[in-house]
Each structure stands twice: as C-alpha cells, then as structure tokens.
C-alpha cells in the first residue's frame, strides 16, 4: 500500500453494535474524499461484541486494520501504538463517538494548510477559532507526521488516563504549536463510560493545566 494522506485511529472499547453505525458513518464520509486513507481499529479492552462488529466489518472495506493493546487500559499505548501502526501525513485519533465531525474533514485539511499544525474537536460549548488555553479533554486530535517524534518523546505509552489527550494538546501550546478546535456534540454513550475516580484525575490535570497556560499569558 503506498503512502496514505490520512490515518483515523479509533480506539474500540464497549461501544457493542453502536460502533457498526460509527464505521459506516465513517467510511461513507472517506469513500467521499478525494484523498487517500488508512484506519486502525484500536481494542482497548474491547468487549466481545466491539470485536465481532469490528472484525466483521474489516473483512469488508480493505483500507481497515486492527491491533489490539497488550495493556489494555493505558491510553499512552494507544498513541504510540497508533502512530507506529499508520503511515499517514495526517494522524487522526478519534472516539467512535465523535466520527460525526467528519463531516468537518475539508476543513480540517484546509487549517492544516493554513499553517495550523493540530486540530482538535472537543465536546465543550466553545467557539470555533484557534485555540489557546486547555478547557477541556478532546475527543479528536489531528496532527501533522513531524509532530510525532515530539509526542514519542514527551509521552511514553505508561499513561492510563484519557485526560493524557489534553495533556499532549497543553504541551504543544506550551510550544507554541498552533493549535485550531472544532465543537463537538458527543454521543452519551460516550460519556456513561468515565468512572468516578477518572472524572476526579480529569479536573485536576486539567486545573493545572489552566493554571499553567494562564500563567503563561500573563508572562508574555
């Protein structure tokens, strides 16, 4: 296979039959796109039922592959297994719930064009434009291939929190990475899955995060 523009990297956890309707959604949207692409089905404790749909449906559409987490649990070993996995100029890293701003996929490319070197969506009722203070976990990260050699650097795949997403986008503000967001309405489903204790790691990185990037401006 020869170089793809894009790479979808989809971690598959609990969704069951729902994650067919995000896989049709989406290959719909790419079989619309006048580039090339790849996607990479992630298993991240995945149910039984994640993993039939998804192995079903891989059997159908030869631009699909899946790998699955030896640590099931830890979200560093998705980014770095995901981007070691894939090939494209772009890396997308979305939850099946957010596949809808797809829809957004000209767009995306276009602010990459512009000179923006990640994109990101995210479930906050924000405004869309560049993005320069964390406020919440994103639910897509697009970055372009040279940004990779930073990420595999600064996060190793030890990382077990979702909120490791918000972390990565907070370092390359921190870099002065331009950074663009998209809003984003998420499916519930999506949201029932965040535990108690995540919900409580998640506010206080995330805090510190905030308090880190004001600081930042001030000092400018």
């Not at 981007?83 to 957004?104: A, C, H, Q, Y």
């Not at 331009?178 to 995330?206: A, G």
Request: positive net charge.
């Amino acid at each position: 296979m020869s170089k793809p523009f894009l790479s979808v990297i989809i971690p598959i956890q609990h969704e069951g039959e729902e994650i067919l309707d995000s896989l049709l959604s989406l290959d719909y949207m790419l079989s619309l796109s006048e580039f090339s692409y790849e996607c990479l089905l992630v298993y991240m404790n995945a149910s039984i039922e994640s993993k039939r749909v998804c192995e079903k449906f891989s059997t159908l559409v030869k631009y699909i592959d899946i790998a699955e987490l030896k640590e099931k649990d830890r979200w560093g070993g998705f980014i770095t297994e995901g981007l070691r996995l894939t090939k494209g100029n772009l890396r997308m890293f979305i939850d099946s719930g957010s596949i809808p701003v797809f829809t957004e996929r000209e767009k995306i490319i276009q602010k990459m064009r512009d000179g923006y070197e990640c994109v990101i969506a995210t479930s906050e009722n924000i405004l869309e434009g560049e993005y320069n203070i964390p406020k919440s976990i994103p639910y897509m990260v697009v970055i372009k291939e040279d940004l990779i050699p930073i990420i595999e650097k600064e996060y190793g795949s030890f990382h077990t929190h979702r909120v490791l997403f918000a972390e990565i986008v907070g370092f390359f503000l921190k870099n002065n990475i331009k950074t663009y967001v998209l809003p984003l309405e998420k499916k519930n489903y999506s949201k029932k899955r965040e535990t108690v204790i995540d919900k409580i790691v998640h506010t206080k990185r995330l805090l510190a995060l905030k308090r880190e990037h004001k600081k930042r401006l001030k000092n400018k």
